[in-house]
């Protein structure tokens, strides 16, 4: 019996493609929920041997987009709330 593959191995796998890669990005954002058109772009970008440039990348956006919205994050105990 063949041995199944991690679904995330596999995406990382197929996604050497260009023409799998516009499409796999459009249809992230054809989703309409804002979390994913981010997420596939660090997947592509891991694809590509590009993971850790990705990741500082987007949490820099991240730290910008809260700091002009004048929010910042913080963790809190559900207990305390």
């Not at 041997?49 to 956006?61: D, N, P, V, Y």
Request: proline residues 5%; hydrophobic residues 45%; negative net charge.
């Amino acid at each position: 019996m063949p041995r199944s593959v991690p679904f995330g191995d596999y995406l990382i796998e197929s996604l050497d493609n260009s023409g799998l890669v516009e499409a796999y990005l459009s249809a992230a954002l054809e989703e309409g929920d804002p979390c994913m058109f981010p997420l596939a772009l660090r997947d592509v970008a891991q694809a590509r041997g590009m993971k850790s440039a990705a990741t500082r990348a987007l949490q820099s956006l991240a730290r910008a987009l809260l700091d002009g919205l004048g929010f910042q994050l913080a963790v809190e105990s559900k207990d305390a709330a």
